[in-house]
């Protein structure tokens, strides 16, 4: 349990320290937490030691293998150690860096953040769980790099880390599913000891490039390297914490964990060594040239990094052994380093070297330190960062496989070092002596001890490593190393003097290299100028992400130039395709076996007069008025063709249907221009002329090819069932209110639903209607002609008549509520044609809202009504009544549910066409307003 | 029977005409029975999911006419889970709604409720012409909440969005016509049996019928080249609007998923498997045309539209693979999906009014009001959008990549489903700090920009407005905490779904599955 | 025939009884009684729409107009109608406005000339004058108008006055 | 018949599908009205072309057409009504907001 | 029976014939208002007399009287006289009359 | 004998629909198209009528009557457009 709390524990408890304004409660909180964090740690330092490893686990996702377990090698211990340690002394320095005005306590936040993702990636049993923490990693850094967020570099710093490393955590994901997968278990005990099925597959390549890509931006190793500087934009505390022990370093910490398994093969070391050398000697030189003393510790620290990740390139177990000595070594001073680079800069107000100068004679104590430091950097007798340099060089003169060429490693390693001398007694001489520096930002002087404190701890401890290698650090990495290498480990003495071998020439040449090489500086700025350009990835990420956006832009402009027409031809087009696709190639006859029906003359010419009046439709269609008469024709003949095809309650509909769309359309059109102007170019007519008559030529087809084969139908069901089960001979009618009732409930739902989105179109919206005809004549002053309201006021009672027979025949012969519904709607119209809104709408007292709901609800209640007794919804039930002298009829549940259909028809029919017909007529507007502010003051009165 | 089962669609229709016949009465009934309403769904929908769960498919017969005469709902545990996302995320829509969204304009708690209607009948129905029908019930109240509010920019992506989805009813219809001109049923349990026996010189026929459908389908789920329409009119409606269509697009998946593996599933002898060769390939060209419209947009909403895009484009590929694990995983993946970028839209929304011009424009603009609380929760949905640690994107894109892992195409899934992160990354990355970051005025020496207090006059949110969004977002953490189980659901739904022959004999009795089999199969 | 509080509207009550027998094309006596509630019911919710009564004074006159002299009429006007049509030469036609002045200002009696005169022989009346004074009929071939206007007001305009005044 | 049926759908359906092509949204209304009548003709026609066997039950009858594609051509034709009155309705909103009648919401005439 | 036989007949063709003649005066004749006339009486009379034919047809040949079609002719003589009117009156609003030579007195 | 009648009423009514399309097509005004929309509309309804007695079914009698009324509204409707523009005002 205690495992998982060690990296749980400041991840869960992370938001603490933002709880409080105090910045002494908020660091006090903080260091609380990682203390804990410690101590958990510690109590397993017992059984590490003893070289077992602790592990617990529980099962959480088994769907993708995601077990929370976690285990404390000696090698995560030690990094554990490293994080929690150095985290501690950064939570004292970050207490006296982070100025008032910045949010403390978000900062302690985001640490412990990131402390406890780092602690799970060291700590995870589970790949899947460390790729989790892995990738929170990247998120925590990001916010951390990003903590002075006004300052562009350090938003561009924190989106590129992000980008970079987060973008290599998704390759990470890919390579290790492969690996775990070719392993069968995500265990990492399972997996470390699988070397040999790893190494025998097919796609160990594919899954070590995966995973190294991962590792690699994530230690910025070349060509990654160059988010690590701009990174540098963070609070010094950060850069202090992310670059020295932690974030950079779970790069090599995962090549380390994996090395058991993913090392001793050509490829292995034909990538890793390769890369690690370039990093180390071309981030070293980059060194050299940083004004800014925090750009001259990043880019060292990418040349450690490479430096480390060259060790573990070269596969030996020494190698491995200094890796893992010298990612301590180098946590230690760097850590350091950075604090005092910030103290400088906290001091004096600048990082620039080319300002500073001669501090000595106001921070001797701070130079001291910093003297330290460097030396360990540049790797000088006695000091931590020689023991592993030295075993370093020592590593480079073993046989590699570059065969003839391995001299090119150790050189390279000779030629860094010489350049981290040289920056490194930069670091020191520019910044403390030659002449004291006037016009500085601020006055400088000693900090306050407390801030100073870690850099002294960490200073003490290099020093001391540096003296007594075998007792201060020695069982630790043994403990680490072994963890990783087992039985391999090599029984190492660490020492200060190996005698005169060729590892210590190096050393020396490397230490009086460097100082040549500083003497003669300026010449190198020179020759390095051309670089200062060149050498800064930056420049180059940008440019593939601005030319990402970029060219992103470019293409959904090309596709979607916002024309509906190219959609709908698109969309058309597409199914057009779709459609014929299976035809291609298909050798079945295309016509079937049955034989065509003959045609008589009438119909023939009927279908004539159906076509030229469609094509009419389409060649009169921008004198709009013309076009609306057209389509009219077209839906008589429909309507005719389906009396002629045994469909007369489609003609019912449709003609009536048909009235109402026209009127609809003579009413927009009121509003509209009159006529469409001649605007598509001649290849758009002809590209759309292509698609019509595909389209319609490939529904001719469809139809031929349906209508000439025989099929067996569920109708015949309907017909047999029609008059026993649903109580009425009209089989369509028995199927819209019973069979098939709920689609007939969803078509009047989707009636009600065209009445209230076209009122909420219409509500508080006018538009102004032309005062002229088309021939410029003024309109008629007789808004309202005599003998049209004489003729239409006597028709109203006769067409209800009518529509209450239509709807009650429904059930057994054509008609139904809808045609009824449609009739009633038409006949009110008719009454708003003749006598104007300010007429008829208040002799219809009623909110048509009301009406077409009251409709739903009728429906919806004869349907629940089946529930009573005990049937499904829209159970019909009918009977025949016996009634004296009247004699027998029906009575069908049927016919309420065809009351709600009618109701709902009329009532949106008429929504729609008032509101429509109101919204460019002030009175009318008025009228329906009083209508139903009668309505609300009669509601008030009771 | 149950009746249980039509209830998520007889409340919100009866409780729509409700609040219609209540038209001039006072806003605050209106949004009271809407909430009531969307809430009863919810725990109806949710006790229906547990049913499912647990027991076998369900069918409601209803005006007691047998399948393949009458229509029947069926409740499997696909739709089941497709409901209860569906009222879950409608009711802390409308929760976010009444918060002033809903007074811009007339009718829209009449109009949500109907919706929610349609969504969920198009989700429970059997019957593919039933199917037509709540097709339509949805889109046009989509259309009145797409319109809702007005404006010039709205009025025209809507537009866009009304005429071509017109077109695609069309289309539907021509598609029905061919398939029950030569199958004679509609019931598409019945049809895929029919199908089964029918002869090999209607082949071509009947699969042009089932492509022309995945057309209209196409259009609904949003696949290349038909999600042109989705950007603007996702991007420029109203927030709980856009919120709730994060589940619209998910219908046509839906769609895709049950007539293709139901109807067109390997049983369906001439026409069996018609959409394998399609679906996948545009998919993945889907899921880069999205990807590339996410780095392209210059708008967080714009940008979230095109993530839903994506989203559909990843679910589609996984699913295109047609095989029991990849639809598990698409399962897991899809409630992920769909919450979370509900949640952004909202949170878009918010951000759009603390701002000063720019609204949810990608420039900088003066600091967000509520920049702690909103900054919070805009990390936890790009974050689980991106699909990083350690929210719910990430478990699922694990579960999609290693379902898929089987299949000849993986190479192509796995990095396209990983370039789009990536993408995701970048863009939401780039959102964030331009958002929040990079605040006025434009030069970098930053201080006194940093110091300087938000201007006066922003508009706060009470917890009205975040608990709503709160509780989208908390559903991240739970799927993945629960992660097992639902993986486990995954596979149970992908059990069914994938073995259509439980799905008919529900349907049509055992004799059914028997006449399916003696036609050849599987 | 004056309306009482239950029966709005008598003529349209019996006029709907007689429609909805014919409708039903029978004389069932359920469908007399469903003819009789409908008549009575559906004038109440017309009511506010028709709260005029057409008064029919003289009956015996209104007969004999409708079913006599109008029908004869018809058959006559559309055999001349027929014959102008069809005859080769249509050139000969003489169409022409002619504006007859109305004695009478009852817009019911106004409205049913218009339409008598458009059913009757050779004229279609086209417009009537804002002022209700003038009705403009068009005729399809009138060689002498003064006696076209006289006779339109002698046989229908004075019958028509007559019956729908008491 | 069915020849003459289908060529009289087919050009209805490629006037409907040309018009809809058109840039101005009466046009397309128009297009789209059109095509909703070719589409119900086509759903009538699925259960085939049956002279005078009007699906109406009659004691000395024995054929019938098939009357579920009427039943659905009906609920077609009222959802096709319903989905025309609101896009007639939303053109008119569009050109109000817009300014243009043009699908685009364009002003020039170009295209 | 016969007889009713050659009633019908009667009543189709001449129905037919007065329906046709209103269409030729519409294609035939110049103006506008002189079309009018045709549909107006020729039609409605020739479609009454269709109806008729039916009426006589179905009393004889269906069990009972069958006289609803009447009602087609009822409505067809109210309502055409006013789309005459109307439509006429159209005409005039677009001056169709003063283009052509039509006196007015 | 009936249906000799028949014949020639069928062959009269769908020579006088021609006509009618002729004017609808031909206009020249827009009175002219509505004219001959409205004739077609009542020319329909006969052949509704003759339908009925063709198939000796008296199914079709609404279709006709409904035609009629359709065809009335809808002529008033296009006419009042012309004249006012306005219909529902
Ligand atoms: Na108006
Ligand atoms: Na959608």
Request: aromatic share 10%.
């Amino acid at each position: 349990m205690n495992l998982a709390l060690i990296p749980l524990l400041p991840l869960l408890t992370a938001f603490i320290p933002s709880l409080f304004r105090n910045r002494n409660l908020n660091a006090i909180t903080a260091a609380a937490i990682a203390g804990t964090s410690m101590l958990l740690l510690l109590s397993q330092a017992p059984a590490v030691f003893n070289g077992q490893i602790p592990l617990s686990s529980w099962s959480w996702i088994p769907a993708i293998d995601l077990n929370l377990s976690f285990r404390v090698s000696g090698f995560g211990f030690m990094f554990a150690f490293l994080i929690l340690g150095i985290g501690l002394l950064i939570v004292l320095y970050a207490r006296y860096y982070i100025a008032e005005q910045d949010p403390m306590g978000r900062f302690y936040t985001y640490l412990l953040l990131f402390m406890g993702s780092m602690l799970g990636i060291v700590l995870s049993e589970n790949l899947i769980l460390l790729m989790m923490f892995w990738e929170l990693t990247s998120i925590s850094s990001f916010l951390l790099i990003g903590f002075w967020n006004y300052r562009s570099d350090a938003r561009e710093g924190a989106r590129m880390a992000l980008v970079i490393t987060g973008g290599g955590g998704l390759a990470m994901i890919a390579g290790f599913i492969l690996l775990g997968n070719i392993v069968g278990s995500f265990e990492l005990t399972t997996i470390l000891a699988a070397k040999e099925t790893v190494h025998a597959h097919h796609l160990y390549p594919l899954t070590l490039i995966l995973i190294l890509l991962g590792a690699f931006t994530k230690s910025a190793q070349f060509p990654f390297q160059f988010w690590l500087p701009h990174a540098m934009a963070a609070p010094t505390p950060v850069s202090a914490y992310l670059h020295s022990a932690t974030m950079v370093k779970a790069g090599v910490f995962l090549l380390a964990l994996l090395f058991p398994v993913l090392s001793g093969s050509a490829l292995w070391f034909f990538i890793v060594t390769p890369i690690g050398l370039i990093t180390l000697m071309f981030a070293a030189y980059m060194a050299m040239f940083k004004d800014d003393l925090k750009g001259l510790l990043a880019y060292s620290t990418v040349s450690h990094l490479g430096l480390i990740t060259l060790l573990l390139g070269l596969g030996s177990p020494l190698a491995a052994f200094t890796a893992v000595f010298h990612i301590l070594n180098h946590a230690t001073f760097k850590a350091g380093l950075f604090m005092l680079a910030g103290i400088i800069d906290h001091e004096t107000g600048t990082r620039d070297m080319k300002r500073l100068s001669g501090l000595w004679q106001y921070m001797p104590i701070t130079g001291t330190l910093t003297m330290l430091g460097c030396a360990a950097m540049a790797g000088v007798p006695l000091f931590n960062g020689f023991l592993s340099k030295e075993m370093f060089l020592a590593e480079t003169l073993g046989p590699n496989l570059f065969g003839s060429l391995s001299w090119i490693v150790p050189l390279g390693a000779t030629l860094a070092a010489i350049f981290a001398v040289a920056y490194s007694i930069r670091m020191v001489h520019d910044v403390f002596f030659k002449e004291p520096a006037a016009n500085l930002p601020k006055k400088p002087h000693e900090p306050p001890h407390g801030m100073r404190l870690p850099a002294e701890i960490l200073m003490a401890l290099c020093v001391l490593v540096g003296l007594f290698p075998m007792t201060m650090a020695a069982p630790m990495v043994n403990v680490a190393a072994g963890s990783i290498l087992g039985a391999a480990t090599p029984d190492y003495h660490i020492a200060i003097w190996h005698g005169l071998n060729m590892a210590l020439a190096l050393s020396v040449i490397a230490l009086i290299g460097g100082s040549v090489f500083y003497l003669q500086r300026l010449r190198l700025f020179d020759s390095h100028l051309w670089c200062s350009r060149y050498c800064d990835g930056k420049m180059t990420f940008e440019a593939i992400v601005s030319g990402l956006v970029h060219g992103g832009r470019k293409t959904t402009r090309l596709m979607e130039n916002g024309s509906l027409q190219r959609y709908i031809a698109l969309l058309i087009g597409a199914v057009v395709v779709l459609g014929a696709s299976p035809f291609i190639g298909s050798d079945a006859p295309f016509i079937g076996p049955l034989a065509l029906s003959g045609v008589d003359p009438v119909t023939l010419i009927m279908g004539l007069v159906l076509i030229f009046s469609t094509v009419a439709t389409a060649i009169h269609h921008r004198n709009r008025i013309v076009a609306i008469i057209m389509l009219g024709t077209v839906g008589l003949i429909v309507s005719l063709a389906f009396i002629r095809f045994s469909a007369p309650d489609l003609a019912l509909t449709q003609i009536s249907v048909e009235v109402v769309t026209i009127i609809l359309l003579m009413m927009a059109l009121h509003l509209l221009p009159r006529t469409t102007p001649a605007e598509s170019s001649r290849g758009r007519r002809w590209r759309d002329i292509i698609l019509s008559v595909a389209a319609g030529g490939g529904c001719t087809a469809l139809m031929m090819g349906v209508l000439t084969r025989p099929y067996d139908t569920i109708a015949g069901y309907f017909l047999e069932n029609s008059k026993p089960g649903g109580g009425g001979t009209n089989v369509v009618n028995v199927i819209l209110v019973d069979f098939r009732g709920f689609d007939t409930l969803g078509e009047i739902t989707v009636l009600v639903i065209a009445g209230l989105a076209i009122y909420a179109l219409l509500h508080n919206f006018e538009l102004k209607a032309p005062q002229t005809d088309a021939l410029g004549h003024p309109w008629t002053e007789d808004r309202f002609p005599m003998i049209l309201a004489q003729i239409t006021r006597p028709l109203m009672p006769l067409a209800l008549l009518f529509a209450v027979y239509i709807f009650l025949r429904g059930h057994n012969e054509p008609g139904g509520g809808f045609i009824a519904g449609l009739i009633v709607a038409s006949v009110l119209i008719l009454q708003y044609i003749a006598n104007g809104i300010v007429w008829t709408r208040p002799r219809l007292n009623v909110d048509n809202h009301i009406i077409m709901a009251w409709g739903l609800v009728i429906a919806v209640l004869t349907g629940v009504g089946s529930w009573i007794v005990g049937y499904p919804f829209l159970t019909s039930s009918f009977t025949y009544l016996q009634w004296p002298l009247v004699g027998k009829f029906e009575v069908a549940s049927a016919i309420a549910f065809d009351l709600g259909v009618f109701l709902a028809v009329v009532g949106s029919v008429m929504l729609v066409l008032v509101k429509l017909g109101s919204i460019n007529s002030v009175d009318a507007q008025r009228v329906s307003t009083s209508v139903q502010k009668e309505k609300k003051d009669k509601e008030g009165a009771h | 029977m149950n009746h249980l089962i039509v209830a998520p669609l007889l409340l919100p229709l009866l409780m729509g005409a409700i609040i219609v016949i209540g038209v001039n009465r006072s806003i605050t009934l209106h949004r009271t029975l809407g909430l009531i309403s969307s809430a009863l769904i919810t725990l109806i929908t949710a006790v229906l999911l547990y049913q499912a769960i647990n027991g076998p498919i369900q069918m409601y017969v209803l005006g007691d006419w047998n399948p393949p005469f009458g229509i029947i709902m069926v409740l499997d545990r696909l739709s089941a889970m497709m409901i209860f996302i569906t009222s879950l995320l409608a009711f802390l829509c409308l929760l976010y709604a009444i918060k002033g969204t809903d007074e811009q304009g007339k009718n829209f708690h009449a109009l949500f409720q109907f919706q929610l209607l349609g969504i969920n009948g198009a989700f429970l129905t059997g019957d593919i012409f039933n199917l037509f029908v709540f097709f339509e019930v949805m889109l046009l109240s989509s259309y009145g909440l797409v319109l809702h509010g007005g404006g010039a920019r709205r009025t025209k992506a809507g537009m866009h969005y009304v005429m071509l989805n017109l077109v695609g009813s069309s289309i539907f219809l021509v598609g029905v016509g061919v398939l029950y001109g030569l199958l004679g049923s509609l019931n598409m349990a019945d049809m895929a049996v029919r199908l089964a026996h029918a002869p090999a010189e209607n082949a071509a026929l009947l699969q042009a019928g089932g492509l022309i459908l995945f057309g209209v389908f196409a259009l609904k789920a949003a696949l290349l080249p038909l999600y042109f329409w989705l950007p603007n009119a996702y991007g420029f409606t109203s927030a709980p609007v856009a919120a709730l269509f994060a589940v619209m697009t998910k219908v046509g998946v839906y769609v895709i998923l049950r007539v293709y593996t139901l109807i067109f599933g390997d049983h369906a002898g001439v026409a069996a498997n018609v959409l394998a060769p399609w679906l996948l390939p545009i998919a993945l060209v889907t899921l880069v045309a999205g990807s590339i419209g996410v780095v392209a947009s210059r708008d967080l909403r714009r940008t979230i539209a095109y993530m839903v895009v994506v989203s559909v484009g990843t679910l589609l590929a996984v699913i295109g693979t047609f095989t029991a694990d990849a639809i598990a995983a698409a399962i897991v993946y899809l409630p992920h999906t769909t919450f979370m970028t509900a949640a952004m839209f909202l949170i878009a929304d918010m951000l759009r009014q603390q701002r000063l011009d720019s609204g949810s424009e990608l420039t900088p603009d003066r600091p967000v009001g509520q920049e702690r609380v909103l900054g919070l929760l805009f990390l936890g949905a790009a974050v689980a959008i991106a699909g990083l640690p350690p929210l719910s994107g990430f478990t699922a894109k694990l579960m999609m990549l290693m379902g898929v892992q089987s299949h000849a195409a993986a190479p192509w899934i796995w990095s396209l489903i990983l370039l789009g992160g990536l993408v995701g990354l970048i863009a939401l990355g780039r959102a964030g700090s331009v958002i929040f970051w990079k605040t006025v005025p434009l030069d970098d020496t930053g201080l006194e920009a940093f110091s300087k207090k938000p201007h006066a006059n922003i508009p706060r949110f009470g917890s009205a407005c975040l608990v709503p969004v709160l509780m989208l977002l908390a559903i991240s953490p739970l799927l993945v905490l629960f992660g097992g189980p639902l993986s486990d659901f995954g596979y149970a739904v992908a059990a069914q779904v994938s073995q259509p022959v439980h799905y008919i004999e529900a349907v049509l009795g055992s004799d059914a599955v028997a006449a399916l089999l003696s036609a050849g199969g599987r | 025939m004056p309306g009482n509080r239950w029966i709005l509207h008598p003529l349209m009550t019996i006029a709907l009884i007689i429609l909805w027998l014919l409708l039903n094309n029978s004389l069932s006596f359920g469908h007399l009684m469903l003819g009789i509630l409908l008549g009575i019911a559906i004038p109440w919710f017309t009511n506010r729409f028709w709260p005029e009564r057409p008064r029919i004074c003289k009956r015996r006159k209104f007969i004999r107009f409708f079913f006599v002299t109008f029908l004869y009429d018809v058959i006559v006007a559309n055999i001349n109608v027929v014959r102008l049509i069809l005859q080769p030469d249509i050139g000969k036609l003489q169409p022409k406005f002619i504006r007859i002045p109305l004695d009478t200002d009852d817009p019911l009696v106004i409205s049913i000339l218009a339409n008598v005169i458009s059913m009757t022989p050779g004229t279609v009346s086209s417009e009537i004058t804002d002022d209700n004074k003038t009705l403009i009929v068009h005729g399809l071939n009138v060689p002498d108008e003064q006696a076209a206007i006289d006779e339109i007001k002698a046989r229908y305009e004075a019958a028509l006055k007559e019956i729908f005044t008491c | 018949m069915e020849l003459l049926f289908s060529t009289c759908l087919g050009v209805m359906i490629s006037c409907g599908v040309y018009l809809m092509l058109r840039g101005r949204t009466f046009p397309v209304i128009l297009g789209l009205t059109l095509l909703g009548y070719a589409v119900n003709m086509f759903l009538f026609v699925s259960g085939r072309l049956q002279t005078n066997l009007p699906a109406v039950i009659a004691p000395d009858r024995l054929q019938y057409t098939d009357p579920l594609p009427q039943a659905l051509v009906l609920t077609a034709i009222v959802i096709g009504f319903a989905m025309v009155a609101f896009v007639v309705v939303l053109a008119l909103r569009a050109s109000g907001e817009l300014g243009s009648d043009h699908v685009d919401g364009r002003k020039e005439n170009k295209s | 029976m016969i007889i009713i036989e050659i009633l019908v007949s009667f009543f189709l063709v001449l129905g037919a014939f007065f329906a046709l003649a209103g269409s030729i005066g519409l294609f035939r004749l110049r103006d506008f208002f002189a079309r009018l006339h045709g549909p107006t009486k020729a039609t409605t009379l020739g479609v009454g007399s269709l109806a008729i034919a039916s009426a006589i047809y179905f009393t004889f040949h269906k069990e009972g009287i069958s006289l609803h079609e009447v009602l087609i002719t009822l409505f067809l003589f109210i309502t055409a006289p006013v789309s005459a009117h109307f439509l006429a009156k159209a005409a005039r609003h677009q001056r169709l009359h003063e283009s052509k030579k039509h006196p007015e007195s | 004998m009936l249906n000799i009648a028949l014949i020639i009423a069928f062959a009269l009514m769908t020579i006088a629909q021609l006509l009618n399309l002729y004017r609808l097509f031909k206009g020249p005004s827009l009175p002219d198209r509505i004219l001959a929309l409205d004739t077609m509309y009542i020319n329909a309804l006969a052949l509704f009528v003759l339908l009925g007695i063709f198939f000796d079914t008296t199914i079709y009698f609404e279709a006709a009557l409904l035609i009629a009324v359709m065809g009335f509204i809808s002529t008033v409707a296009t006419s009042k457009y012309l004249m006012r523009g306005d219909i529902v005002e």
